[in-house]
T-cell receptor, first 113, second 114 residues
Framework: GENVEQHPSTLSVQEGDSAVIKCTYS??????FPWYKQELGKRPQLIID?????GEKKDQRIAVTLNKTAKHFSLHITETQPEDSAVYFC????????????FGQGTRLTINP | SAVISQKPSRDICQRGTSLTIQCQVD?????MFWYRQQPGQSLTLIAT?????????ESGFVIDKFPISRPNLTFSTLTVSNMSPEDSSIYLC???????????FGPGTRLTVT
């Protein structure tokens, strides 16, 4: 089945710097890749996603890139702020129609003031 | 996106007992899922709740332990049966709407088994 690897497990950056989180997936048929942000004690929130027919997507300070050949995708956060501190999860959807997501292990991002 | 609620938000239960968790959505949704998130861990899919038919369970999860109901397109329940301390986790439902791939999560139920 699908396997999603996420790195790093923890990431600490200075406020204002950029943060990058990377994920690789195993199933070349996967076609949808969301990113979730989970603050302490809260539900995971969908912050950005990308489909396999697109190479990059941006939404203000966050962006996601996808390399289908290498089977990896990345989350980029620019101009980081303290409220960006959270655990971030990547995920991959196995195939069209199933809508079943497989999640990475998570990255705990800490923004240092 | 849909408004999703779960009941209870948290509970402390004795081992050997069962707890039923409810997930309610304010609009009809095609897909409903149940996840488990153990402390400090990622999200693991338990099963897909199918409206009007038996749920589809992932490897490692069985119907006898986690029976699921989905009587209509806005409601589902997950029961954690014969609980042990290893079942202490956060249980989350999620929904997918129509043909879109996006999934949205409920607030979760924090279960502690003593």
């Amino acid at each position: 089945g699908e396997n999603v690897e996420q790195h790093p497990s923890t990431l600490s950056v200075q406020e204002g710097d950029s943060a990058v989180i990377k994920c690789t997936y195993s199933d070349s048929a996967s076609n949808y890749f969301p990113w979730y942000k989970q603050e302490l004690g809260k539900r995971p929130q969908l912050i950005i996603d990308i489909r396999s027919n697109v190479g990059e997507k941006k939404d203000q300070r966050i962006a996601v890139t996808l390399n289908k050949t290498a089977k990896h995708f990345s989350l980029h956060i620019t101009e980081t702020q303290p409220e960006d501190s959270a655990v971030y999860f990547c995920a991959a959807r196995l195939r069209q129609g199933a809508q079943k997501l497989v999640f990475g292990q998570g990255t705990r991002l800490t923004i240092n003031p | 996106s849909a408004v999703i609620s779960q009941k209870p938000s948290r509970d402390i239960c004795q081992r050997g007992t069962s707890l039923t968790i409810q997930c309610q959505v304010d609009s009809q949704v095609t897909m409903m899922f149940w996840y488990r998130q153990q402390p400090g861990q990622s999200l693991t899919l338990i099963a897909t709740a199918n409206q009007g038919s038996e749920a589809t369970y992932e490897s490692g999860f069985v119907i006898d332990k986690f029976p699921i109901s989905r009587p209509n397109l806005t409601f589902s329940t997950l029961t954690v049966s014969n609980m042990s301390p290893e079942d202490s986790s956060i249980y989350l439902c999620s929904v997918g709407t129509g043909g879109a791939a996006e999934q949205y999560f409920g607030p979760g139920t924090r279960l502690t088994v003593t």
